[in-house]
C-alpha cells in the first residue's frame, strides 16, 4: 500500500472510529487503574464501556451504511457513554461518584443539543456553541463540587504552601546573588520607592495643613454681619472718639483763651500801674 | 468565475476572523475604556481622584463620590462610551468624583484598611467638597469600596455623609453565606501570611486565579465561546472587549490589607459582630444615620445576597432600602441590564436626596 492510499485509508470514518475507540479505551484504563484500591473491579468502568462501545461497533461494522449518518453514530455513541457512566456512578467511589453524574448529565445534554431540529450541525462553530451550551451547567457544577471537595483544597492549600517556600528561597537567592554583583535589586527599588511614598506623604500632610488654614477661615453671611456689627460699633466708639477729641481740642483753645487772656489781663493790669509808677 | 471569487472572498473572509479571533486570545482584548473626560483633583501615593466632566449642566449640589474596590481596575465604572455608569450620572445632571486606589507596588505591601479609610478617604471627601464648592456629599461604594465606604460611614457619620449608595456590597462573612471563598477563606485552608511574607503584595495572577476560579467554565472557556460567535456572525465586538479587556486586567492587592480582609472579615466576621477596630476606633454600624441605598445581585456569585442584606439590620439608618437586581456581580453596573434596572433606581433615589 502507497502513502498515498495508507492516508485515504486512513480516512475511513469506520477506521477513524476504531482508533479513537482504541485510544480512549487506553486512556480511561489507565486513568482508572490508578484508583484500584477503591474499585471492587478496577476495571469495571473499563469492562463496561468496552463491552457497551464494542457493541457499538458491532452494529456499525455490520451495518456500514449506518456510518455515513452522523446523526444515528452520535446517538449510539452518547447511549454507550450515558450507559457506561450510569454503572459508574453505581459503583460509588469517590472521584467517580463526583464527575459521573456531571458527565452523564452532560452526555444527555449534548445529544439534545447538538441534535436539535434532527440533524448534526454542519457549522463547526456552531457545533461547538451547541456543546458548549450542552456541556457548560453540568461542568460547572461539577467543577463546583470538586472546588469545594476537602480532598482539592487540602491538596491546593499544600500545593501553594510549597510554592511559596520555593519562591522565598528563589528571591532571597536572587537577592544575594545580584547584591554581591552590586547590581540593585528589587528590595533596593522598593525601599527608594518606599522613601518616595513617604516623602509625597509628608507634602501631602503640609498641603492639608495649607489648605485647612486657607479654608478654615472661609467667610460665610454670618461671619459677615457678626464683623460688619463690630465695624460699625468700633466706628461709633471712633465718632466719639472724634467728639471727645473736637471737645478736648476745644477746652485746649478755651484754655489757651483763657491763659492768654489772664496773662493779657495780668498785663494790663501791671501796665497802668507801670505807667502810673513811672507816671508817678 | 464569479461564484468562484464569491468562495473566495468568503474563504479570506473566515481567515481574517480567524486570525483576529487567535490575535485576540493571545494578545488579549484591546479596547478604549474609560472615557468620560475627567481631572485628576488630587494624587496621594498611588491613588487618584478624578473630577469628571462634563457639559450637562449640574442639577444637584451634593457631589456623588465613587469609592472603588481594592482589587481590580475602576474603569469598569466608567467603561466605554454609551456604557458607563459615570456617564449616565453626569448624564442626569449629578457631579460625579471616583477615587481610584491605583495599582500598589510592592512598596505598598504594608497599606491596611486603616491608611485608606482614615487617610485616604477623609483626605479626598474634603478635596470633593472644597472643588465642587458643596457641604455635603454622597459616597458611592462598589464591592469591597462599599465595605470600606460603610466603615467610613461608620466612623464619621455626621456631616458632610448626605447619603450612602452601596451596590454589592459584604458586610455578613458568615461562612455559609459566602460561596466558595467562605470555603476557601477558611482558617483551614487559608493562611494569609504564608502569602504575604512570600510575596509582600497578592500577586495580581493570583488575586485572577481566585477570582476566574470561581467559574471557571465561564470565565476561561465561555468568554471565548461569545468571542468566536460575535466574531464569526459579524455582531458588534466593543462591549466584549472592553469587558474581557477589564476582566484579565487584574491588579496586586496590598498585603496588608488582604490579610485584614481574610482574617478580619472572612475568617474572623468582626463587622458583624462589632468587633472591627481601626487605629482602637471600633467600627459600629449602627452609628451610620444617613439615607442608605443596598443594591444587591440575586446572581452575583462573589458577593452573595445574605452577605450584603445584612447591612440593613446592622445600620441606624431610617432611611433606608434595599434593592435585589436580577444580575451578577458585574452584570449590576454594566451591560442592558444595569442601564434598565439599576442605574435609573440609583438616579431616582438620590435625586431628591441631593437637593
Known amino acids: 500500500m502507497s502513502e498515498g492510499e495508507k492516508s485515504r485509508a486512513n480516512t475511513d470514518p469506520l477506521e477513524l472510529w476504531r482508533q479513537w475507540y482504541d485510544m480512549s479505551l487506553g486512556a480511561w484504563a489507565n486513568l482508572l487503574g490508578g484508583n484500584e484500591e477503591t474499585y471492587g473491579d478496577p476495571y469495571g468502568l473499563y469492562r463496561s464501556w468496552f463491552d457497551n462501545l464494542r457493541n457499538v461497533r458491532e452494529k456499525l461494522e455490520e451495518s456500514p451504511a449506518e456510518t455515513t449518518n452522523p446523526y444515528e453514530t452520535w446517538w449510539q455513541w452518547t447511549e454507550a457513554t450515558i450507559e457506561t457512566w450510569r454503572r459508574a456512578a453505581e459503583i460509588g467511589t469517590r472521584m467517580t461518584g463526583l464527575i459521573a453524574p456531571r458527565w452523564m448529565e452532560i452526555v444527555g445534554e449534548a445529544q439534545k443539543q447538538i441534535l436539535d431540529g434532527g440533524n448534526l450541525p454542519t457549522d463547526p462553530l456552531d457545533f461547538y456553541a451547541r456543546l458548549y451550551n450542552a456541556a457548560s451547567g453540568p461542568l460547572t457544577k461539577m467543577t463546583d463540587d470538586i472546588l469545594r471537595d476537602e480532598a482539592f483544597l487540602e491538596i491546593s492549600k499544600r500545593s501553594l504552601d510549597y510554592y511559596a517556600i520555593f519562591d522565598s528561597i528563589f528571591r532571597r537567592a536572587s537577592e544575594e546573588y545580584f547584591s554581591n554583583l552590586q547590581l540593585p535589586t528589587t528590595s533596593d527599588m522598593t525601599q527608594t520607592a518606599g522613601l518616595i511614598v513617604a516623602l509625597d506623604d509628608k507634602v501631602d500632610r503640609i498641603e492639608e495643613v495649607l489648605e485647612d488654614f486657607e479654608h478654615g477661615y472661609k467667610a460665610t453671611a454670618e461671619t459677615i454681619d457678626t464683623l460688619e456689627e463690630r465695624l460699625d460699633r468700633v466706628e461709633r466708639r471712633l465718632d466719639q472718639l472724634d467728639r471727645v477729641e473736637s471737645k478736648l481740642d476745644q477746652l485746649l483753645a478755651a484754655r489757651g483763651t483763657s491763659s492768654d487772656g489772664g496773662a493779657q489781663t495780668e498785663a494790663s493790669r501791671s501796665a497802668p500801674q507801670e505807667e502810673s509808677g513811672s507816671s508817678t | ?355
Open chain 2, 1 to 355: 468565475m464569479m461564484e468562484k471569487n464569491a468562495t473566495s472572498s468568503e474563504l479570506w473572509d473566515f481567515f481574517d476572523k480567524y486570525a483576529e479571533g487567535v490575535k485576540t486570545i493571545v494578545e488579549g482584548a484591546q479596547a478604549d475604556t474609560g472615557q468620560t473626560p475627567k481631572e485628576v483633583i488630587w494624587t496621594k501615593n498611588k491613588a487618584k481622584l478624578y473630577h469628571y466632566q462634563t457639559e450637562t449642566e449640574k442639577k444637584y449640589p451634593v457631589p456623588v463620590l465613587l469609592i472603588y474596590a481594592l482589587v481590580n481596575r475602576s474603569y469598569i465604572l466608567d467603561l466605554m462610551p454609551g456604557n458607563s455608569f459615570v456617564e449616565f450620572l453626569l448624564g442626569e445632571g449629578f457631579d460625579v468624583y471616583m477615587l481610584d486606589w491605583g495599582i500598589p507596588g510592592k512598596e505598598d505591601k504594608d497599606m491596611s484598611f486603616e491608611n485608606y479609610i482614615l487617610d485616604y478617604m477623609p483626605r479626598a471627601v474634603k478635596k470633593v467638597l472644597r472643588n465642587s464648592q458643596a457641604e455635603e456629599l454622597t459616597l458611592f461604594g462598589y464591592c469591597m469600596g462599599g465595605t470600606m465606604s460603610v466603615m467610613y460611614a461608620s466612623l464619621f457619620p455626621d456631616k458632610p455623609l448626605k447619603n450612602l449608595v452601596l451596590l454589592a456590597t459584604p458586610t455578613d462573612f458568615t461562612p455559609e453565606n459566602a460561596g466558595l471563598y467562605g470555603l476557601w477563606f477558611s482558617e483551614k485552608y487559608q493562611d494569609p501570611d504564608v502569602i504575604v511574607d512570600t510575596f509582600g503584595n497578592v500577586p495580581a495572577n493570583l488575586a485572577y486565579t481566585g477570582t476566574a476560579m470561581l467559574r471557571p467554565m465561564a470565565n476561561y472557556v465561555g468568554s471565548y465561546v461569545t468571542m468566536w460567535d460575535l466574531l464569526m456572525k459579524e455582531k458588534p465586538m466593543g462591549g466584549w472587549r472592553a469587558m474581557n479587556k477589564w476582566a484579565n486586567d487584574p491588579i496586586p492587592v496590598p498585603g496588608a490589607a488582604y490579610k485584614q480582609w481574610i482574617e478580619d472579615f472572612y475568617q474572623q466576621n468582626k463587622l458583624v459582630k462589632g468587633e472591627m477596630k481601626l487605629r482602637g476606633r471600633r467600627v459600629d454600624l449602627s452609628k451610620i444615620k444617613c439615607p442608605v441605598l443596598n443594591l444587591a445581585g440575586e446572581k452575583d456569585h462573589l458577593v452573595f445576597r445574605p452577605q450584603a442584606e445584612a447591612t440593613m439590620n446592622l445600620i441606624g439608618s431610617e432611611d433606608k432600602e434595599s434593592v435585589i437586581l436580577d444580575a451578577g456581580h458585574v452584570g449590576l453596573v454594566m451591560g442592558r441590564g444595569a442601564k434598565k434596572d439599576l442605574w435609573p433606581q440609583v438616579s431616582n433615589w438620590l435625586a431628591p436626596r441631593s437637593e
